[in-house]
């Protein structure tokens, strides 16, 4: 171990969905695992007689030595014992390695467990319908009890660990919530999945108003421009992420390009393709939470409605399909999107209520709760989700597992033996020391810029770019699927990027204001039944 004790944080990675398999091809992975592990055991076995010699030699060494002759060496033989047994037990961990690595690589594990999740959140749901105090007071002993751990542990305080000790009754708490709010009859939540969002349609009748007397409700979108190479060429997910960390990061002040960009603002890139045409990538961060800013966090609650009014006069909505067509983006032009949080479940209202505007074709989301948006079959999903952030937990539901709509969840823990990368002052990575020695590069993906020994809110898009690299490095074919998919969609020569800002007033201040009304009639909606 090193002297100073220094970590970084790693994510590892599950894929759902995204690529079937038949029947016979299941079972044939399924049979490859299932000898992996019949010989993991049996070597297990081979390691135990190794050990039972080893104690035996020592017996047998004990009395030769009482009679005083020692013609056979011993202690050679005993080390040897040891050898055989410690590689034998190394060759069993490497086999079951294997086969758990091939059933989580091939997703073949997923099916279960998300019937097993489904099946643990809808009885968590229904005990908060039913007994909400009880499960108020559950939430906080879980929490407060990973909260007095973590500190007893790493001799400080640190709230996020509360998430990490409640992170597997986020959705069924959150779903039972939802029917609380939404008035959902007791029972029938069993059947549904979008209870939260029925009861953010609700909400939003109380705050879209508030909103509007605080940030008005007129919006304006101008395009900004930079000589700073913020959001750079794509060619794949990762790269796409990359352009997405660096323009949210730009805007927060977390890092500096020197761009002069600020909040709320997205980037739309243009891609010419081999015949001439024009494919499209759209950048959205997520919330910045600014006074005058569409992407408040009021403005989450009307794009989690279920009613297509209400998510569509969603302010930071509203903004990025103006800037598309600012930017001169066609009906019928390819386009892909890829956000952050809020900018996520943007990228997801706008592939479900307009695509009859635009043909979104591919988007990736990272820490957004999309499960239950309406997305057209013709659009490929990849999502990208940290089991301890509560953000992606808020649609009350796993996302669905289909061959066009894919789900990496990462889990993050922290590797020690390590020194923890840095982020420079352009926002590019400078990678610490690697883990321990002879572990593979696919076991974990290193966090860009973690920190040394805190946990953090693993939220931010770093652990999603964290998470989404290990699941490639494994090989996923779901995985290696979605990216041809994805870069199938932009491919084509980078032609031009261009920013667009939006504003908030009381009054229009520009000839690109966009002003509408806002719905505040109780959404008639049919709750949500997910196959």
Same mark, same amino acid.
């Given at each position: 171990m090193s002297e100073n004790n220094e970590y970084y944080w790693q994510v590892e990675s599950k894929v759902y969905g995204g690529q079937g398999y038949s029947t016979a091809t299941r079972e044939e992975y399924k049979a490859v695992a299932k000898a992996l592990d019949q010989e993991a055991s049996?070597?297990?076995?081979?390691?135990?007689v190794w050990e039972t010699e080893r104690e035996q030699l020592d017996i047998r060494h004990v009395a030769a030595t009482c009679r005083e002759h020692t013609a056979l060496p011993y202690t050679v033989l005993k080390v040897r014992c040891q050898e055989h047994a410690d590689a034998c037990r190394q060759i069993s961990e490497n086999?079951?390695?294997?086969?758990?690595r091939l059933l989580r690589v091939l997703g073949l594990y997923s099916d279960a467990e998300l019937i097993a999740k489904r099946l643990f959140n809808e009885v968590l749901q229904f005990a908060t319908q039913v007994k909400p105090h009880y499960a108020a007071v559950a939430v906080t002993a879980l929490g407060v009890g990973g909260f007095l751990t973590n500190w007893a542990i790493e001799g400080k305080p640190n709230p996020w660990s509360a998430f990490t000790a +409640?992170? %597997?009754?986020?959705?069924g708490l959150m779903s039972g919530l939802g029917s609380f709010i939404g008035r959902v009859p007791r029972g029938l939540g069993v059947l549904t999945t979008d209870e939260t969002n029925r009861s953010a349609g609700i909400l939003t009748q109380v705050t879209a108003p508030m909103k509007n007397l605080w940030q008005?409700?007129?919006l304006n979108v101008r395009e900004v421009t930079t000589k700073a190479d913020v959001v750079r060429s794509s060619q794949s997910v990762a790269e796409s992420m990359d352009g997405l960390y660096r323009l949210a990061n730009e805007r927060l002040?977390?890092?500096d390009l020197d761009s002069g960009l600020d909040y709320a603002t997205i980037a739309v890139q243009r891609y010419e393709r081999a015949d001439g045409t024009n494919a499209w990538l759209? +950048?959205? %961060?997520?919330?910045?939470g600014q006074p005058d800013s569409p992407f408040g966090w009021m403005q989450n609650l009307e794009l989690m409605s279920p009613s297509e009014r209400q998510s569509m006069e969603a302010d930071s909505a509203r903004m990025v399909v103006e800037a598309m067509r600012q930017a001169g983006i066609g009906k019928d032009e390819p386009v892909a999107m890829v956000g952050h949080s809020q900018g996520g479940i943007v990228a997801a209202t706008i592939a479900s209520n307009w695509a009859d505007d635009y043909n979104i074709e591919h988007i990736v989301t990272a820490g957004s709760p999309i499960a239950n948006h309406a997305i057209p079959k013709k659009t490929w999903v990849t999502s990208v989700e940290m089991d301890t952030e509560f953000v992606a937990a808020l649609d009350g539901t796993s996302n669905p597992a289909t061959p066009t709509w894919l789900t990496v969840k990462g889990t993050a823990?922290?590797?020690p033996d390590a020194t923890p990368s840095t982020i420079n002052k352009d926002g590019s990575c400078t990678p610490g020391s690697t883990p321990i020695a002879g572990d593979a590069p696919y076991d974990a993906a290193p966090v860009k810029g973690g920190p040394s020994s805190e946990m953090e809110i693993t939220h931010w898009l770093q652990y999603h770019q964290a998470a989404y690299q290990n699941a490639t490095d494994e090989g996923s074919p779901a995985i290696q699927n979605h990216e041809r998919h994805f870069q199938h969609v932009i491919q084509g020569e980078l032609k031009e990027t261009r920013y667009f800002e939006g504003r908030m007033s009381h009054s229009p201040i520009g000839p690109t204001t966009v002003t509408s009304e806002p719905d505040t009639s109780i959404p008639n909606v049919q709750l949500k039944i997910q196959e």
């Open positions: 049996e070597f297990k076995k081979l390691a135990a086999l079951s390695l294997t086969a758990e +409640t992170y %597997p009754i986020h959705e008005g409700n007129h002040g977390k890092i759209v +950048t959205i %961060p997520g919330t910045d823990s922290r590797a």
